[in-house]
């Protein structure tokens, strides 16, 4: 079972350069969203989505778009990267409602640097 | 944004003891989740809460959802060296499935 996978793991990127956080599920989940995690900052939701075709913003939303075209996968876009965006960012998928249902599971993280 | 206040921030412990950890918050929370991230890797979940005063227990780990539905804690008995790592604590509202995180407690056991 792979659940969900994030590509790539590890990426470093040049200010105004744009590239897509790719993230897939396997495990047929309505909710996927991203989260970036900084030092002591814990995780704070950037997007979600409670389905295909429907997508939402979160916390932290400016600089990055999401869309999500299909259950499975749930790309995140940095249009042009700025150095406030280096971070580690995780994926999470779940069934949707809440409840005993509603567990995110996260993907093992990609780390992204912006100089 | 709204968080979760979570204490202690870290937590520097001998092997064997037993730790406590909690989460409050002003607001009320239907879902009381526990995660731990090991080094490099994403939040595994731990122990999930659904009732106001819900006690459950996954092996040497035990967490309470609080009778206010405002707060919930995280206790480890017995610690062993594989506990290291950052614990997070998380509630849902309302009919939603986003989750607030707290900014977690990091956790060093000493052999």
């Known amino acids: 079972n792979a659940g969900v996978t994030q590509t790539p793991k590890f990426q470093v990127l040049k200010t105004g350069q744009s590239m897509t956080l790719q993230c897939a599920q396997d495990?047929?989940?309505?909710?996927m969203s991203w989260y970036r995690q900084d030092p002591g900052m814990g995780l704070r939701l950037i997007h979600y989505?409670?389905?295909?075709?429907?997508?939402d913003q979160g916390e932290v939303p400016n600089g990055y778009n999401v869309s999500r075209s299909t259950t499975e996968d749930f790309p995140l876009r940095l249009l042009s990267a700025a150095p406030s965006q280096t971070s580690v960012y995780f994926c999470?998928?779940?069934?949707?409602?809440?409840?005993?249902?509603?567990?995110?599971?996260f993907g093992a993280g990609t780390r992204l640097s912006v100089l | 944004g709204q968080q979760l206040n979570q204490s202690p921030q870290s937590m520097f412990i001998q092997e064997g003891e037993d730790v406590s950890m909690n989460c409050t918050s002003s607001?009320?929370?239907?879902?009381w989740l526990w995660y731990k991230q090991d080094p490099g890797e994403g939040p595994v979940l731990l122990i999930a809460?659904?009732?106001?005063?819900e006690l459950t227990s996954n092996g040497r780990l035990t967490a309470q959802f609080g009778i206010t539905r405002k707060d919930s804690f995280l206790n480890i008995s017995a610690s062993i060296p594989s506990d290291v790592g950052i614990y997070f604590c998380?509630?849902?509202?309302?009919?939603?499935?986003?989750?607030?995180f707290g900014k977690g407690t990091k956790l060093t056991v000493n052999p």
């Open positions: 999470a998928s779940s069934y949707s409602g809440t409840g005993a249902k509603n567990i995110q599971y």
């Open positions: 495990m047929n989940h309505e909710y």
């Open positions: 989505s409670v389905g295909a075709g429907i997508t």
């Open positions: 607001s009320i929370f239907n879902t």
């Open positions: 809460l659904y009732k106001a005063g």
């Open positions: 998380a509630g849902q509202q309302g009919g939603s499935e986003k989750l607030v």
